[in-house]
């Protein structure tokens, strides 16, 4: 069983790790603040989320426990959900800037996860005041110092996210550093720092693949991916052996799996039947977009079936992404699940009846999207989902879940990375590795 290893004498790494105890995935679901919680980890791995990510969590606060909620709130380990069997496998996430916090933390989490990973790669502004993530790229000694502590003092594997550098030449040489201090599994996402907000413009899947061809370790591809199809035309052009999506599976849970075939009947109320390879839209449509409603309404079931609870934000902030396209069309039923508040203390009273709150408005607008569907009966799902002009991509029916598609950058500049050496390019594998990465010109950050 993936996640739970056998061999307890000694400690795997590298690609003995990624599949002895990972089960060799293809499909990772990556660390987010406030969204990779228990409760959607679970939604995920239903559908075809093969490893997932806690959400990052600070070292220090961590370690010094002085905040006695922090902890509680960030893993809870007196339940026994978290890191157990149904949450596995399971690599936790910390920021960090000092080796001897990052390891009392790692220690404290150790036997609830199968791997710690350490955050190099996130550009808000919170991470440079804070002395984390991405702001650390040019401590080089630092992040050795870290990533060695970890790799010489837990009985997991330690692994690292990160962002590229302007160059491919910078950027392998800091993939092989951190390989060399003991990450046994490198994800790296194809964004520079700078790359971010309205600015975060194309992932390099160039650099992705140059990282991939330097380092004997596993590499996890992060970045552009918007549709199922994408994965792999990912993986075709960075030789990699994952990929790892974030705001993707926050719109679409289920962008891991491929389209299933379903009776007739049901065609125009799903994505589940299958695009003619002639249409516009055939090479995004092959993946799952199941009914949003149903989604949020199955995301709310499991957040009440468990002992650990989910904070409020986190609730809500993934129903506005689920049911985004259903809401734009009836704006009533978004202005009344704004106003909808759940403090914290209401969350485990009654069978968590807080959350019916919310589950009547989405029930009364599944309700309206039945009408929407059944005017859409006879038509495919192609022709239901016209091609944007702006952005050159599908928009599936409004009771689908789907991308959310970001307007280009007021400065076309500022999408593309800094400018870089003349020997910096990779070879991409595929002709249609190279038309994805002109075409994707529009792209959400990940």
């Given at each position: ?268 109320s799903s994505s589940s039947s299958e695009p003619s390879s002639s ?9 799952y977009h199941p009914r949003n409603t149903s989604l949020a309404l ?48 209401e969350r485990d009273k009654d069978g968590g009846a807080a959350w ?91």
């Open positions: 069983m993936p996640g739970i290893t056998s061999d307890k004498s000694r400690k795997l790494g590298g690609y003995e790790f990624f599949e002895k105890v990972l089960g060799s995935p293809k499909f990772i679901v990556a660390p987010m603040v406030d969204q990779s919680e228990l409760a959607w980890r679970k939604l995920s791995r239903r559908y075809g989320a093969q490893v997932v990510y806690t959400p990052m969590i600070n070292a220090k606060m961590y370690a010094e426990g002085v905040r006695k909620p922090y902890r509680e709130q960030n893993f809870d380990t007196v339940h026994g959900e978290e890191g157990g069997p149904e949450d596995r496998p399971l690599i936790v996430q910390f920021c960090a800037n000092n080796a001897d916090q990052l390891l009392t933390s790692a220690k404290l989490l150790e036997p609830y996860c199968d791997a710690v990973d350490i955050n190099l790669g996130c550009p808000q502004d919170i991470a440079r005041r804070g002395h984390y993530g991405s702001y650390l790229q040019d401590e080089w000694d630092l992040i050795y110092e870290m990533i060695n502590t970890l790799h010489n003092n837990l009985s997991i594997p330690v692994t690292a996210k990160f962002r590229v550098f302007p160059t491919v030449e910078k950027t392998v040489e800091y993939a092989k550093m951190l390989e060399r201090a003991g990450a046994q599994m490198l994800t790296c996402h194809g964004r520079t720092r700078e790359q971010r907000g309205h600015r975060s413009g194309l992932a390099d899947w160039e650099k992705i693949r140059a990282v991939k061809e330097a380092v004997s370790v596993p590499v996890v591809a992060n970045g552009n991916l918007l549709f199922y199809g994408d994965i792999e035309r990912c993986l075709a052009a960075t030789g990699a052996d994952a990929v790892m999506s974030a705001e993707g599976n926050l719109y679409n849970p289920a962008i891991f799996m491929p389209a299933p075939t379903p009776p007739l009947s049901e065609a125009s249409s516009p839209a055939a090479m995004y449509l092959t993946g199955e995301y709310l079931s499991i957040v009440k079936s468990q002992k650990t609870l989910t904070t409020p934000s986190a609730v809500k902030g993934h129903l506005f992404k689920l049911l985004r396209p259903a809401l734009a069309k009836y704006p009533d039923l978004r202005e009344r699940l704004g106003r909808i508040r759940v403090e914290r203390a019916e709150r919310y589950e009547e408005v989405i029930r009364e607008l599944d309700t309206r999207l039945e009408v929407d569907i059944e005017a859409a009966q006879g038509k495919s799902l192609e022709e239901l989902s016209p091609i944007d002009p702006l952005s050159g991509f599908p928009v599936l029916p409004h009771w689908l879940a789907q991308p959310y598609i970001r307007p280009l950058p007021a400065e076309p500049e500022a999408a593309k990375p800094p400018a870089e050496s003349e020997k910096s390019g990779v070879e991409v594998a595929g002709k249609f590795a190279r038309e994805l990465m002109h075409e994707h010109h529009m792209l959400i950050v990940f």
